[in-house]
């Protein structure tokens, strides 16, 4: 195990730099600077700023004294547009986008389990065929659009639900703008793991022996099931968490992902970096920690 975490967490090193460096000189290649837009500003004005940042070095030398400032110093930077501490910033973010995203996960996980199983213990049933349709359906509808419905009807035509505000805030149209798409995935791929664990000589002899119906679903069937769902779930808390950004924007709420979305429209390069790099380090932990649990949830897996 500890050598599996130690060759996982290099690997994870690698690849975040390579992630870094890709989106560097991507985000150099673009037309354009972070001063550009700035139309007070007067040439003198706008060499002076870029040789403040280190703007006017060439573009691996930036480069290398960003990561020698990241890696020995911890060093985010500031935003070039706010002068604001660029980790503070996302730390402050964070906060809202990681209730946000982990309320959606939670919301997506429970009913997709739940829902899931009972397809599949109704197979081919209208219960069934009712799960499949909605979860289908919600699959098929992008959060951004799901979001841009659910404000538009409840908060706007109906005024059922207050729109969000930093005083008074309601996360009950974000976390179901963004739970739904993964609580759907989460449903039809535990219908399918439930079925095919169903079907297992295990299971048949569990009933012949006259196991309780209750101890075959959840002790053997559904902990069985949970493998593939496991490797999806790993990712996806992570992605719910960091992905938000167009739901966030929609709805105005003061997270990460609209600091993100800001940071691109303003080609705020510090903020842009800071932020891939934070999103980077969350996916690769889930990834590591959904193998982790891997070994918890089925003994017989091994990391040689």
């Not at 500003?41 to 004294?65: F, H, M, T, W």
């Not at 759907?184 to 095919?196: E, F, G, H, N, V």
């Not at 709805?251 to 934070?278: C, K, W």
Request: glycine share 6%; net charge positive; aromatic share 10%.
């Amino acid at each position: 195990m500890v050598k599996y975490v130690v060759k996982r967490t290099i690997l994870a090193v690698i690849t975040i730099i390579i992630i870094s460096a890709i989106t560097f000189f991507t985000m150099y290649a673009v037309p354009g600077g972070p001063f550009d837009g700035e139309k007070a500003l007067s040439p003198a004005v706008k060499a002076a700023l870029e040789e403040r940042y280190g703007l006017n070095d060439p573009i691996p030398v930036q480069y290398l004294n960003y990561m020698r400032k990241l890696i020995f110093e911890q060093d985010f930077g500031v935003g070039l547009k706010t002068g604001r501490n660029v980790l503070d910033t996302i730390l402050t973010g964070m906060k809202v986008s990681a209730v946000l995203g982990l309320a959606a996960a939670a919301v997506a996980i429970v009913c997709g389990l739940v829902l899931g199983s009972v397809a599949a213990l109704n197979r081919g049933k209208i219960l069934d065929r009712i799960i499949v349709f909605f979860s289908t359906l919600a699959t098929s509808a992008p959060s951004f659009v799901l979001a841009t419905l659910l404000l538009l009807v409840f908060s706007i035509t109906l005024r059922w639900v207050p729109a969000w505000s930093a005083s008074n805030p309601n996360y009950i149209l974000p976390v179901i703008s963004l739970s739904m798409y993964p609580m759907a995935y989460i449903t039809r791929l535990t219908k399918t793991s439930m079925l095919d664990a169903l079907n297992q000589d295990y299971i048949r002899t569990a009933r012949a022996k006259g196991v309780a119906s209750y101890k075959v679903i959840f002790k053997h069937a559904l902990r069985n099931a949970l493998i593939p769902v496991v490797t999806y779930v790993g990712p996806m808390i992570a992605f719910i968490i960091t992905g938000s950004m167009v739901v966030e924007t929609i709805f105005s709420v003061g997270g990460l992902g609209q600091e993100f979305v800001s940071a691109i429209t303003n080609r705020d390069y510090t903020m842009i970096m800071g932020t891939t790099i934070f999103l980077a380090i969350l996916m690769v932990v889930a990834n590591l920690i959904t193998d982790i649990v891997y070994k918890i949830i089925d003994p017989r897996i091994s990391f040689d």
